[in-house]
Structure formats: C-alpha cells, structure tokens
C-alpha cells in the first residue's frame, strides 16, 4: 500500500489503475432476490484473496464479515420500511493481502412492498401525553438513544434467526399506515404477537442486552444488540428475566409477555431495527443466514 501511496503522489491517474480495479459484477449478490423497502438484505462479496471489505449502502457503512468460505464475505443490512422505491447504488471496496484495492457501485433496485392501512383506538394519554408524560418520553428517548449507541462492531449473531415465540405473528402487521385516535398518522415498525400474558418470550438470535427498562409507550422493553447495528426491541413485557449488559444466547429466556405502555390489549411487539432503519421481522426469519465469527463471551454480567 504504501508503494501505491507513492505513486499517488505524482501520477494519481496511473495509481487508480495500478491499485484500484473495478470488481466483477458476478463477485456481488445479495439475498433475497427482490428487495423492498422493509427488507433485510444479506449483501454478498465473492473474492479471492481479499483482507479487508467495507461498503456503503443509502449512507449507512458496512463492514463485511469472512465467511466459512474465505473467499466470501457477507454483511447483514437492511432497507428502511420508509423508503421510496427506486435504484440505489451499492458501494464496495475490498482491499486485497498485497495492498491494492477493488472496487465496484452496483444499482438496486428496492420495489414497494403492499403494507395496508389501518385506525386504531388507544387511551387518549398517548395521542395528547401530559406535560409529565412528555418528560417521560423524552427521557426514554436519551436512554434509547444511549442503547443504540452500544452496538458491537462485530456481529454478534450467527445463523437464521428465530421467532420469540412459538404462535403465529398477527398477519401484515409490519409496515401498517396507522391512524390513532384519527389525528395521529405513523408506520408501526414492528411485528405483533398475540400473545397470552405470561407467555415465554426468547431471544431471536444471540446477542447482548443493551437496554431492560419500563418505557412510557413500550412498556417494559428489552433491546437486544446482535452487533453492527443491528438490534431487535420486545416490547409490552409484563416481567424481565435479563438485565442490562448481559449476553444471551438465541432462544434464551428474555422476560415474560404482556400489556404494558401504549397497547390495545395483551401482545408481544418485535422490532427489528439495523442502523436505524426498521426492518420485517417475518423476512428476516426466512433468510438462510452463514455462521459468523461471533467474538460470543458466554459469561453472563453477575
Ligand atoms: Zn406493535
């Protein structure tokens, strides 16, 4: 590399094409096929003798992980529910073991997923909060945004991802225009399980519980971290059965359903957040997703 940078120098030309060349088309994929605003999308590298693979996807960074084939390397992103459907372009740059680069921008395009309309009817402290209520919700949010700000930079999940829980979501739940009350519009980014009070809910893949706390309009939420931004939120808990900081496993016992915060009645709400943007829990559970070199400490906080 450093040779390269010499020659950046005095001919910047002749070192772009020197060091830096353009990566085949069939050296990128991403599952799944078709993707559309509210996907997860697993993007794919497919290069010998690469070191080093980051890119760039709608302004969010990506950093590539070596699959159990070291000559292909994955990251695990997603497109926001929100986003319009369009072509956006894909950056990737691979730095191979001798110094130089590679690089490609590929154009994808994102469809419009079919999410439906709907009205709802809650108490009427959570379409007008109080003044009180309007400092809880403005504490949560620094507490929130402190919890997103802890991802690790590595992942921390390895393999498909599971549901919470062993019933069925409630269908087209994720991606809904909603109503409250009639005066207030929103996206409801997450998926609904009807569960029974009580009911089990577990850990959809391995991760680290960044945040275990009663939040005005989740109820009592746990946030969990599976690394590189990518998070997933269980909310209306009646118990908790983790704590801030602990490591848990996929399948592992997180708290107990309910129907807390601002609820119409007893559910379990799973989002799915990657970088901010929130992504379709039911997609994610599809995908056939590579073991990852997990840096796991199974050691769970005292
Ligand atoms: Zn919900």
């Known amino acids: 590399m450093r040779r390269c940078l010499a020659y950046s120098a005095m001919l910047p030309l002749l070192w772009l094409s020197l060091c830096s060349t353009?990566?085949?088309?069939?050296?990128?994929?991403?599952?799944?096929?078709?993707?559309?605003?509210?996907?997860?999308?697993l993007f794919s590298v497919h290069l010998q003798g690469a070191n080093h693979v980051t890119g760039t996807w709608q302004g969010h960074p990506l950093t590539f992980f070596r699959t159990h084939d070291p000559a292909t390397w994955d990251v695990l992103a997603g497109i926001d529910v929100a986003v319009k459907p369009g072509v956006y372009p894909l950056q990737i740059e691979a730095t191979l073991a001798d110094g130089t680069t590679r690089h490609t921008e590929q154009s994808i395009r994102i469809e419009e997923a079919p999410y439906?309309?709907?009205?709802?009817?809650?108490?009427?402290?959570?379409?007008?909060?109080?003044?009180?209520?309007?400092?809880?919700?403005?504490?949560d949010r620094v507490l929130k945004e402190q919890a997103f700000a802890k991802t690790s930079p590595q992942p921390l999940w390895s393999g498909p991802f599971r549901p919470p829980l062993a019933i069925a979501p409630k269908t087209d739940s994720f991606g809904t225009r909603r109503t409250f009350n009639g005066t207030l519009a929103s996206i409801h980014r997450g998926m609904d399980y009807r569960a029974k009070p009580?009911?089990?809910?577990?850990?959809?893949?391995?991760?680290r519980v960044i945040l275990a706390h009663k939040l005005y309009y989740e109820g009592n939420c746990v946030i969990i971290d599976h690394g590189q931004g990518l998070m997933t939120l269980y909310m209306h808990l009646s118990h908790f059965r983790v704590r801030q900081g602990d490591n848990v496993r996929q399948g592992q016992l997180l708290g107990l359903s309910g129907a807390t915060g601002r609820v119409t009645g007893p559910h379990l709400h799973l989002g799915v957040r990657w970088q901010g943007a929130y992504l379709d829990a039911s997609k994610l559970f599809q995908m056939e997703l590579p073991a990852t070199p997990t840096v796991q400490k199974a050691v769970p906080t005292p």
């Open 116 to 139: 439906p309309t709907t009205t709802l009817t809650v108490p009427e402290k959570f379409v007008a909060p109080s003044a009180a209520s309007l400092k809880i919700i403005a504490a």
């Open 198 to 207: 009580l009911t089990p809910v577990k850990a959809v893949n391995a991760g």
């Open 22 to 41: 353009a990566l085949r088309a069939q050296e990128v994929s991403w599952l799944p096929d078709s993707l559309s605003n509210g996907s997860p999308c």
